[in-house]
């Protein structure tokens, strides 16, 4: 600013002289263009008079219009109507003349201007000088006024008085203007450099708050000049680059970074210097140690104050970022994964209770497609509508698994098929909203093979019915219907010997009939079960089926203690049922059993080498399944029950139960 100041006020005194030149130049011309006219009254007419009166206008014209020129037009013309003056004045006197004067006069305000325009006049005036004198040597021209003559007048020296003493007056003024231009110009300087130095002082103080303001910055923040070469880096960006701060100024990408980095960050710079606009990219680059990093870039043009572009560059360490991005990602591909390949159906419900999402298993289940269900309310998919269900769900949703419950609903699919669902309500609180999500567990299948079960059961005790129906219609009714016969014979008979023999027939049915009620309560329940535990009531059956199968038994038990009465119960009858299952369709010579007790758990291997069959396909095809019964036996205990055959490879069974014994 004070620069700018002392420069406009340089300009108005060069211009100041200037003009003040271009007045004194005319006024100086008034008593020449006097003694031109007293040179026409004393020898008359000249041409070279046409020159003076030209010269005359010009310098008039000039002064007229001086504030309406450029100072370097001015300088221009007033130097040549004083050449023309000068050499006008060689030419009639074959002199100097006061012609060199005015040259005086006009090359003050050019060496002023120029210095190389004055000494390019001068040159043209000498050398115009030599050849106007070279030519009057060789009497090629010769002088049109005889001077002496002239001169010879007290008029002419008057003028010529009067002209000169203009003319000092005139360069008097003039070094006073260059003195006080001198003045001015020393008084601006020192007002300058007093201003520059504490300009200075302030640009240092402004650099030092910047530079300590930019080392605080925990980003990389640099500028580069047009040239794409740095000129400032904070501290974070030094220690990365592993450069002086004195060292950077000057460096470009290509001395610090890799050929592919370097080549990426000159092409961002190129485009915010051509496009004058802000660049935000990413890059990732290995360091040497072989650390991953990955950087946001943002690059922005700085114009300065004579309109040059500097290039700003902000980065940002993104590394954790990306690193938290990419596992987001890989999160969300595994939960769709899961959520996508889970078995059980899983759905998402909105803060009023519509299906915001769901998987394929749920879709598959109530046999919709997923766009179908989407944005309707859950309630489409259950066969009870106008039950208060939003309440249920409310009152059900956990947060956990630990704490969740579990609630069996009847669904209803698209095509009006009912469906049995297994349903768990969790919630989850997501930007603050409470929303319902579930699983659901297909029961229809479990329904129907519970179902089974049940009828087998049924059928298996109808059975068991019958069969002791039988034994005491067969069995017991004939011992009890013969002795009622005798006993009405006795009361008609009158002799004694014949009371007795009909009493003692009596006996011997009641007792035959005792041991029939005991047979047919033995394959109730066992009386060597309850007495004598799980092993000898095993031991006991095998015993007793020998004699009707040639089997070979082999039982080997580490099992010395009581269980659980249910648990002998169970197992006993799901052993004799495979005994009886092996002795009617396997045609087995041989039957493995083992009991053992181990840590709690009671395991039971059976095992026989007969013919065998395919078990899975058995199982699919043939409904009411009676081994089905034995499994759901077994399970209902907390136990697990592995049923294996195949052709030609007998029957193996494996039963683990939890009990109360330790071995």
Same mark, same amino acid.
């Given at each position: 600013?004070?620069?700018?100041?002392?420069?406009?006020e340089?300009d108005?005194?060069?211009?100041?002289?200037?003009?003040?030149?271009i007045?004194?130049?005319?006024?100086?011309?008034?008593?020449?263009?006097?003694?031109?006219?007293?040179?026409?009254?004393?020898?008359?007419?000249?041409?070279?008079?046409?020159?003076?009166?030209?010269?005359?206008v010009?310098?008039?014209c000039l002064?007229?219009?001086?504030?309406?020129?450029?100072?370097?037009?001015k300088?221009?013309?007033?130097?040549?109507?004083?050449?023309?003056?000068?050499?006008?004045?060689l030419?009639?006197f074959?002199?100097i003349?006061?012609?060199?004067?005015?040259?005086?006069m006009?090359?003050?305000?050019?060496?002023l201007?120029?210095k190389? #325009?004055a %000494? &390019?006049?001068? /040159?043209?005036y000498?050398?115009g000088? *030599?050849? =106007?004198?070279?030519?009057? $040597?060789?009497?090629?021209?010769?002088?049109?006024?005889?001077?002496?003559?002239?001169?010879?007048t007290t008029? #002419?020296? %008057? &003028?010529h008085? /009067?002209?000169?003493?203009?003319?000092? *007056?005139? =360069?008097?003024?003039?070094? $006073?203007?260059?003195?006080t231009?001198y003045?001015?110009?020393?008084?601006?300087?020192?007002?300058?450099?007093?201003?520059l130095? &504490?300009?200075?002082?302030?640009v240092?103080?402004?650099k030092?708050?910047f530079?300590l303001?930019?080392?605080?910055?925990?980003?990389?923040?640099?500028?580069?000049?047009?040239?794409q070469?740095?000129?400032?880096?904070?501290k974070?960006?030094?220690?990365?680059m592993?450069?002086?701060?004195?060292a950077l100024?000057?460096?470009?990408?290509?001395?610090?970074?890799?050929?592919?980095?370097?080549?990426q960050?000159?092409?961002?710079?190129?485009?915010?210097?051509d496009?004058?606009a802000?660049?935000?990219?990413?890059?990732?680059?290995?360091l040497?140690?072989?650390?991953?990093?990955?950087?946001?870039?943002?690059?922005?043009p700085?114009?300065?104050?004579?309109?040059?572009?500097?290039?700003g560059?902000?980065?940002?360490d993104?590394?954790?970022?990306?690193?938290?991005e990419?596992?987001?990602?890989e999160s969300?591909?595994?939960?769709?994964?899961i959520?996508?390949g889970?078995?059980?159906g899983?759905?998402f419900?909105?803060?009023?209770?519509?299906?915001?999402?769901?998987?394929?298993?749920?879709?598959?289940?109530?046999?919709?497609?997923?766009?179908?269900?989407l944005?309707?309310?859950?309630?489409?998919?259950?066969?009870?509508k106008?039950?208060?269900?939003?309440?249920?769900?409310?009152?059900?949703?956990?947060?956990s698994?630990?704490?969740?419950?579990k609630?069996?609903?009847?669904?209803?699919?698209?095509?009006?098929?009912?469906?049995?669902?297994?349903c768990?309500?969790?919630?989850?609180?997501?930007?603050?909203?409470?929303?319902i999500?579930?699983?659901?567990?297909?029961?229809?299948?479990?329904?129907?093979?519970?179902?089974?079960?049940?009828k087998?059961?049924?059928?298996?005790e109808?059975?068991?019915?019958?069969r002791?129906?039988?034994?005491?219609?067969?069995?017991l009714?004939?011992?009890?219907?013969?002795?009622?016969?005798?006993?009405?014979?006795i009361?008609?008979?009158?002799?004694?010997?014949?009371?007795?023999?009909?009493?003692?027939?009596?006996?011997?049915?009641l007792?035959d009939?005792?041991?029939?009620?005991?047979e047919?309560?033995?394959?109730?329940?066992?009386?060597?079960?309850?007495?004598?535990?799980?092993?000898?009531?095993?031991q006991?059956f095998?015993e007793?089926?020998?004699?009707?199968k040639?089997i070979?038994?082999?039982?080997k038990?580490?099992?010395?203690?009581?269980?659980e009465?249910t648990?002998?119960?169970s197992?006993?009858?799901?052993?004799?049922?495979?005994?009886?299952?092996?002795?009617?369709?396997?045609?087995?010579?041989?039957i493995k059993?083992d009991?053992?007790?181990?840590?709690?758990?009671?395991?039971?291997?059976?095992?026989d080498?007969?013919?065998g069959?395919?078990?899975?396909?058995?199982k699919?095809?043939?409904?009411?399944?009676?081994?089905?019964?034995?499994?759901?036996?077994?399970?209902?205990?907390?136990?697990?029950?592995?049923?294996?055959?195949e052709?030609?490879?007998?029957v193996?069974v494996?039963?683990?139960?939890?009990?109360?014994c330790?071995?």
């Amino acid at each position: 600013m004070i620069k700018m100041e002392i420069g406009q006020e340089l300009d108005k005194l060069k211009k100041r002289i200037i003009d003040t030149a271009i007045f004194g130049a005319t006024i100086v011309m008034l008593p020449t263009l006097l003694l031109s006219l007293y040179r026409i009254v004393l020898f008359g007419w000249k041409n070279v008079y046409y020159i003076h009166i030209i010269v005359f206008v010009s310098a008039f014209c000039l002064l007229a219009l001086k504030e309406r020129m450029k100072n370097n037009i001015k300088i221009h013309l007033l130097t040549i109507i004083i050449l023309i003056i000068s050499f006008t004045t060689l030419i009639n006197f074959a002199l100097i003349g006061a012609g060199f004067v005015f040259f005086a006069m006009g090359f003050i305000p050019i060496v002023l201007y120029s210095k190389r #325009v004055a %000494i &390019a006049y001068a /040159i043209i005036y000498f050398a115009g000088f *030599f050849i =106007i004198t070279h030519l009057h $040597n060789i009497s090629l021209i010769s002088p049109a006024v005889d001077f002496n003559a002239y001169m010879d007048t007290t008029f #002419v020296w %008057i &003028a010529h008085g /009067i002209m000169y003493a203009f003319i000092v *007056f005139y =360069i008097g003024y003039m070094l $006073n203007l260059y003195y006080t231009l001198y003045l001015q110009s020393l008084k601006s300087s020192l007002e300058y450099s007093n201003e520059l130095q &504490a300009s200075l002082k302030d640009v240092n103080f402004q650099k030092n708050r910047f530079t300590l303001f930019m080392d605080a910055y925990p980003f990389h923040v640099t500028i580069k000049d047009e040239n794409q070469r740095y000129v400032f880096g904070n501290k974070a960006i030094l220690d990365f680059m592993q450069v002086g701060r004195e060292a950077l100024p000057g460096m470009a990408t290509k001395d610090v970074f890799s050929e592919e980095i370097s080549k990426q960050l000159d092409q961002s710079d190129q485009v915010v210097i051509d496009t004058k606009a802000p660049v935000n990219e990413e890059i990732s680059i290995y360091l040497d140690n072989g650390e991953y990093k990955c950087y946001e870039l943002i690059k922005f043009p700085l114009v300065t104050q004579d309109n040059k572009i500097l290039i700003g560059g902000i980065s940002i360490d993104i590394t954790r970022q990306k690193q938290a991005e990419n596992e987001l990602i890989e999160s969300e591909k595994r939960y769709r994964a899961i959520f996508e390949g889970s078995t059980d159906g899983i759905v998402f419900l909105d803060e009023e209770f519509d299906i915001s999402d769901c998987n394929l298993s749920y879709c598959e289940l109530m046999g919709y497609a997923k766009d179908d269900l989407l944005g309707q309310n859950y309630k489409i998919t259950l066969r009870d509508k106008s039950y208060d269900w939003d309440r249920v769900i409310v009152d059900l949703a956990a947060e956990s698994r630990f704490d969740s419950q579990k609630i069996e609903l009847e669904g209803l699919k698209k095509d009006g098929q009912v469906v049995y669902g297994d349903c768990t309500v969790y919630k989850l609180k997501k930007d603050n909203k409470q929303l319902i999500w579930a699983v659901v567990r297909d029961l229809s299948e479990k329904k129907r093979l519970e179902a089974e079960i049940y009828k087998t059961m049924l059928d298996a005790e109808e059975k068991e019915r019958s069969r002791f129906a039988r034994e005491i219609h067969d069995g017991l009714g004939p011992l009890l219907s013969t002795s009622l016969v005798y006993l009405h014979t006795i009361g008609k008979e009158n002799k004694l010997d014949k009371v007795y023999k009909y009493s003692k027939r009596i006996y011997e049915l009641l007792e035959d009939a005792s041991y029939c009620i005991k047979e047919i309560s033995n394959n109730i329940s066992p009386d060597i079960l309850n007495r004598y535990g799980l092993v000898q009531a095993i031991q006991s059956f095998c015993e007793k089926v020998k004699f009707t199968k040639d089997i070979n038994f082999l039982i080997k038990s580490n099992l010395d203690c009581r269980i659980e009465k249910t648990i002998e119960y169970s197992v006993y009858r799901v052993i004799t049922e495979l005994i009886n299952n092996t002795i009617k369709h396997s045609q087995a010579n041989q039957i493995k059993i083992d009991v053992e007790i181990n840590s709690g758990l009671l395991f039971i291997n059976y095992e026989d080498n007969g013919e065998g069959f395919n078990y899975k396909t058995l199982k699919e095809q043939v409904k009411g399944f009676g081994l089905l019964n034995l499994e759901n036996r077994i399970e209902k205990l907390g136990g697990q029950y592995v049923y294996y055959s195949e052709p030609g490879e007998g029957v193996k069974v494996t039963m683990r139960i939890k009990t109360n014994c330790c071995d």
